[in-house]
């Protein structure tokens, strides 16, 4: 299974290399190994067993890696882009051992930052499937995996924008997932690519997503019919680089999504300026008062600091989203019976 991490902040820029490399569980080590506090028991009465959790976040993530970082250098140059944009990164083996990984990662500041390895599903493994999408200003990664999706890729197509179709040039469900998104995302205002350029409130961005998941599930009963319909996991992160909606879901009663974890306060340990460390108790260098660090939010696959107490889990169907201003709250979102494959799982994801 894939993991990923997301930094947002409206002026606490983070060293790219401070938040992926340098913890002794950063997101470039998340290529072998997994650390998963507080998901076995996060919800009283669930029938979660770990083995089933661990199906779902058992898999080696040697298939690619991706980042995308917001930076305003093109709105120095561009009259018509008025504020940070994404630059990025994607390369096809993993990120351990790649030079120029490490050398962007420690030339990097940025209020926003979108970062994933990939344990491919069924597709190739090659530079253009590994996420993040970028649709203009807007960003999208995902772990999990939608179900049977050669026998609905064509129906869902359908459903897309033109523009958002073009704009897909790989082969993943994920890709078509996040055109499916920028579609729904952008429709009121006429879609294409100069809406991709405008803001939307993190409600809209929630609204589109979930959409997009009803659209596929909707599709896939209509094609395979309900009773044959298996879950789909859909860890969902989105971001226009001052905003953000991360979603944890999967469509079944009983069975968990991929881990998810959220966090205000890691950024301080994850930032060499501030008196805390990822892997120790104090930093020595430090110059920079704890309480002087903005606001931000951290939405990661798996916390990346020594302390659990910093992070909470994602509960199962529910969303993290963040203003732009830095302010962050978890709504439900609610599943309709509907909505629940009843299937026999058969997959991992």
Not at 18 to 44: E, M, N
Not at 299 to 310: F, L
């Amino acid at each position: 299974m894939c993991r990923w991490f997301a930094y947002i902040s409206p002026d606490e820029e983070c060293l790219l290399e401070d938040v992926l490399i340098t913890p002794k569980h950063g997101l470039a080590k998340q290529v072998h190994d997994h650390y998963l506090p507080k998901l076995f028991t996060h919800t009283p009465g669930e029938e979660t067993t770990e083995q089933e959790v661990t199906l779902r976040n058992r898999l080696f993530n040697v298939d690619g890696f991706g980042m995308a970082w917001y930076t305003p250098g093109r709105s120095s140059f561009v009259s018509t882009t008025d504020s940070i944009r994404p630059a990025l990164y994607k390369q096809s083996k993993p990120p351990t051992n790649d030079a120029n990984f490490h050398s962007i990662c420690g030339n990097t500041a940025t209020t926003a930052v979108f970062a994933h390895i990939r344990a491919a599903t069924g597709t190739s493994v090659t530079t253009i499937n590994n996420h993040p999408f970028i649709f203009g200003r807007h960003t999208i990664m995902h772990n999990g995996l939608i179900s049977d999706f050669a026998e609905v890729r064509r129906p869902l197509l359908d459903e897309l924008e033109k523009s958002a179709y073009e704009n897909i040039h790989g082969t993943t469900d994920s890709e078509h997932l996040a055109a499916l998104y920028i579609t729904n995302l952008t429709k009121s205002v006429g879609g294409g690519p100069e809406s991709w350029e405008r803001q939307y409130k993190p409600e809209e961005m929630l609204d589109a997503l979930v959409k997009a998941f009803e659209s596929v599930i909707q599709i896939q009963q209509k094609v395979l019919g309900k009773e044959n319909v298996k879950a789909c996991s859909l860890n969902v992160c989105v971001t226009d680089g001052q905003q953000l909606v991360a979603v944890r879901l999967r469509n079944h009663a009983v069975e968990q999504p991929p881990s998810l974890y959220w966090s205000t306060k890691a950024g301080i340990t994850l930032n060499r300026k501030y008196p805390d460390m990822p892997d120790k108790e104090h930093n020595p260098n430090a110059h920079k008062d704890a309480k002087e660090h903005g606001k931000h939010v951290i939405v990661a696959s798996e916390p990346t600091t020594y302390k659990s107490g910093e992070w909470s889990l994602i509960e199962k169907n529910h969303a993290v989203l963040v203003d732009g201003e830095g302010n962050a709250k978890v709504e439900k979102v609610d599943i309709p019976e509907s909505w629940l494959a009843k299937a026999a799982t058969g997959n991992t994801f």
